[in-house]
């Protein structure tokens, strides 16, 4: 059973365009992480978010954690074609695993 | 590469044999993870090891499934008698302590089991 549920579930736009990604829950979380996952790869942590309201940017990327801590955001600026890829949100449980969100496939197109 | 390593890559079998899947961690960590991940889904959660000990096991692994860490390094993730519904990528994961606390952990690149 997961936990979070992340929309869209499916993204294909073109190459400079903008783009926001959403990770949601109805229990608060004590902190969120986002990871990527190329095809044939593992997941690869991008940002970890612990504050609510908290905003942290990773050159384009921009990650946001809601203020009541239950949801998050990811927005790509100016979207390239090296950002495709599988889009992952998780939060600890119980301190000692991470659960995963189902994801979001972008699919950015030249 | 001293990241984390999974054998095999690719495993197909027929329905009904036992496969075996090995991860050898970050050599530093001490927290070892067994996650599952089927097309279009997130990777869920199987299994977990703190050195040798392992702390807890999913409702998804069944008893056919069985993971061991014998000296707290490598682990191994047994499926016998595999069926169809076993096919998934089946990713292996390290942490450290403090790593656990922040949510970092370092995934291997899976192994993808196809079940005939």
């Known amino acids: 059973t997961q936990l979070l549920e992340q929309s869209p579930q499916f993204l294909s736009i073109q190459e400079g365009e903008n783009l926001t990604v959403y990770c949601n829950s109805s229990s608060v979380f004590s902190s969120l992480q986002w990871y990527r996952q190329e095809p044939g790869e593992g997941p690869v942590l991008l940002v970890t978010?612990?504050?609510?309201?908290e905003v942290k940017k990773l050159k384009r990327l921009t990650f946001q954690f809601g203020d009541a801590r239950k949801d998050s955001s990811l927005h790509i600026t100016a979207a390239q074609t090296g950002d495709t890829g599988l889009y992952l949100c998780a939060r600890s449980q119980g301190a000692q695993k991470l659960v995963f969100g189902q994801g979001t496939r972008l699919t950015i197109n030249p | 590469d001293t990241g984390v390593s999974q054998d095999p890559r690719h495993k197909i079998t027929k329905r009904g044999q036992n496969v075996t899947f090995r991860c050898d961690p970050i050599?530093?960590?001490?927290?070892l993870y067994w996650y599952r991940q089927t097309l279009g889904q997130g990777p869920e959660f199987l299994t977990y090891?703190?050195?040798?000990?392992?702390?807890?096991k999913s409702r998804l692994l069944s008893d056919r499934f069985s993971a061991e860490r014998p000296k707290g390094s490598f682990s191994t993730l047994e499926i016998q008698r595999t069926e169809q519904g076993d096919s998934a990528m089946y990713l292996c994961a390290s942490s450290s302590e403090a790593g656990v606390d922040t949510g970092e952990l370092f995934f291997g690149e899976g192994s993808r089991l196809t079940v005939l």
């Open positions: 050599s530093e960590h001490n927290r």
């Open positions: 978010v612990v504050t609510g309201g």
């Open positions: 090891f703190q050195n040798e000990a392992q702390l807890e």
